[in-house]
């Protein structure tokens, strides 16, 4: 069965959206960041609730909850082209505007002062108005007369096929009272006609997709220019190629490399092993900056979480003692958790970490107690081996 609301549209729209950190960190694009998660967060339910309302409704109530969910597809989605800077295919001299009311208005009388009739978005937000009654006092349309006021006080969702015309469409019954006449009016419109047009300008979210893909690939362009300053130290290579990382708004690990290349060993009987690890670190570089020059985030974090992984020891408590010590002793913990670290990494040099290296916590900084941890764990690991 096809479904008016095409939940693909949404979700490729939901898959671009989410490719790049762009849309949530730079200034033009706040207010689209704040409206496309407001959009996709509802969007589901409104798509589910037309989708399963595709039948003439049975009760006023149940036509009313298909105008609130049409309405927010309808205006979300004009919000987001708007924002976007997204030509409307529905403009005012378009023919494809005047799609699916109308007839309608000609049969009621629904003529703007040029003598022509008002566009399908002209119309739906009439037929908003009215089935809603808010505002209740209806005068804001232009092809009312002059002074006209209009109130609706009942909708009749499913008019009986026996008042209508032979093959005629299911239509949704609006009660009319106005100013301008004595008599009740009745606006007759066709069901199937209130879900084409959601399902209409709903399909005009592709076009939004289409223009995130050609933001995305304009700054992927701009990205592949960026090239990193190979330094004659290794440390201020990566902090050339953490800056590329970070002017892109991708969260790395690169910024815990540079503090492990920086520790300088308190005790001489370290000094050898944090020189061989910072090594191992300095080799990587070249394949780093493959990553970063390449676009390859994925990569490069992959690559990152094996350089960075720690193999912890088998005995009991060393998980718990290798993750208070690493969520410890860092800038952001508070001093309760930076007393409870150090005593964690005294807790682990006595029970394994003797055996590689050296670690004093009274002497030392956080920065070479987690990378002798590191060491200890990885010498502990290949001994068991």
Known sequence: MDYPIDEKIYQEFRKNFNATNVFECEREYVEL?????????????????????????KSEEEFILLMVYGSMVVDATKLVLQLLKVENPYTQDAQITYSYFADICEENSLILSDGKIPTDDKVWEYLRSL???????????KFLEKDEIQYSPTVTPNVNPIFLP????????IMIYSTAFPDIKHLNIPYARIIGYISSRYQLLSLG???????????????????????????DTLKSADAIMKSRHEDTRLCELIPLLEVQSTFEENRLQIRAYQSKIESAISQIVT???????????????????????????????????FSGLNQYADEGEQMFGLKQADAFYKDCGYKWVKIDVSQMGNEEIKLLVRIACEQEAQNKK
């Not at 407001?38 to 595709?54: F, I, P, Q, S, W």
């Not at 089935?131 to 349309?141: I, L, M, Q, Y």
């Not at 032979?166 to 019954?173: F, Q, Y």
């Open 131 to 141: 089935s809603f009654a808010h505002p209740f006092k209806t005068s804001r349309p």
């Open 291 to 325: 990553f970063v020059e390449s676009l390859d985030t994925d990569g490069l974090n992959n690559y990152l979480e094996q350089i960075l992984q720690v193999t912890k020891p088998k005995y009991s408590g060393a998980d718990y003692q290798i993750q208070k010590i």
């Open 209 to 235: 997709t289409e223009k995130l893909k050609q933001i995305i690939e304009k700054k992927k362009q701009e990205w592949k220019k960026q090239k990193i300053q190979i330094s004659a130290t290794p440390i």
């Open 166 to 173: 032979l093959n005629a469409e299911s239509t949704v019954d």
């Open 33 to 57: 960041y704040n409206l496309g998660y407001a959009l996709l967060d509802r969007m589901e339910k409104c798509a589910g609730y037309v989708n399963a309302h595709t039948m003439p409704p």
